[in-house]
């Protein structure tokens, strides 16, 4: 790989991690959405057991992408993990107690026989199911907005925020962009694994999702255009192959910095034109019956979400609003050049080998999961 220069693979590992977050948001995303919509789908116990038993047997292979993303952020942005988890420490934790939920619900929801058992269960299960993704959000809000943190000449980071100032009303609105988006990716996944009036439903409720995305999504935008304080750097302060230093450049701020990109590069748009294409596109398929089709315009639609906040924000990953040159970029926050050349390697033998796997599962176990089915297989279903 010696054709491959440090800013190349620092640039190609931006690309990789965007993969990954946009995978987790379609894999998870699916179930997630799913157990979102469960109480409201399912009017009764056989209908709730319809949505469950359409993903329980992917939901823990689809953990594989959040795990993935999450350990190559570590290896590839050590500085931004270690930055991350501090300030965000109990907005992490508040995840990870919501996704305890989903395991425990999945296997110990149906074992007891009684209606009330069962109904907690769900509700716990939309807990397990919508928090996260609600809290993602808010994170990404907060990257926008800029994160209170600094270093030390030392290179020892410091978070002066606190948890109830994430939960801010810019930040609030991106955690519903989040959750909504999430949500109607779960109901073109029902429509398109469930029928008769789950699936109806589902449709319903997917519509409902629809319209929260495109007006949510389209006010954030206009708030990150003309309200809040974007990031840039300092044309020369930098050297993208430079060896990682936080503290070797200059940033300015100023409002609308983040449609910068978009000037430079006006080919760019066509990302979040792609995210209203994808979501509007997928509901007239699911309504017209071509779920499988459907299915793939949502998930369109989410990379183009997702991709739209990481254009926007390129190069920078964790900016600050306290020390603007302690802000972490892709260039200046990456691991080693030798370990970015490792971990190419291993992603190329493994994320293949990863969406074989998972494509052959659900290839496996494809079809429509019916009340009747619920029904006749009883004791052998979730």
Known sequence: MEFLDYSVLKFIWWLLLGV??????????????????????????????????????????????????????????????????SGFYWAMMAVLWAMFFR??????????????????????????????????????????????FHFDDDLRSFYTGSFWALLNPFSLLCGVVSAAMITFHGGIYLALRTDDQVRKRALRASSIALIV???????????????????????????????????????????????????????LLVIPVLAYVGFIVAWLLAKGGKNFVAFWFSALGLGGVISTAGVSMFPFIMPSNTDLRS????????????????????????????????SWCYRVMRGKVTTDMIRKNDHSLY
Not at 37 to 63: C, K, M, T, Y
Not at 124 to 143: D, K, M, Q
Not at 331 to 346: G, N, Q, Y
Request: aromatic residues 16%; hydrophobic residues 50%.
């Open 213 to 267: 995305v495109v007006i949510t999504f389209s006010l954030a935008g206009i708030w990150v255009k003309m309200g809040i304080n974007g990031y840039s750097m300092v044309e020369g302060s930098y050297l993208p192959g430079a060896s990682p230093d936080p503290l070797n450049k200059q940033v300015v701020s100023a409002t609308g910095a983040w449609m910068n990109n978009y000037q430079k590069y006006p080919l």
């Open 327 to 358: 802000s972490l970029t892709v260039w200046d926050a990456s691991s080693s050049e030798f370990t970015l050349k490792v971990m190419l390697v291993v992603a190329l033998i493994f994320v293949p080998l990863m969406l074989f796997y998972t």
């Open 103 to 148: 395991p425990v619900g999945f296997d110990y929801r149906s074992k007891i026989n009684n209606a009330r058992w069962r109904t907690t269960w769900d509700w716990l299960l939309f807990v397990g199911s919508f928090v996260p993704p609600l809290i993602f959000g808010v994170a990404f809000g907060n990257l926008l907005l800029g994160v209170p």
């Open 20 to 85: 990954l977050l946009i995978g987790f948001a379609i894999m998870d995303g699916q179930d997630m959405g799913a157990g979102c919509l469960l109480p409201f789908v399912g009017r009764n116990d056989n209908e709730r057991r319809v949505v469950i038993n359409s993903i329980a047997p992917h939901w823990d292979g689809n953990q594989v992408w959040f795990l993935t993303g999450g350990g190559a952020i570590f290896a590839a942005w050590p500085y931004a993990y270690a930055t991350a988890f």
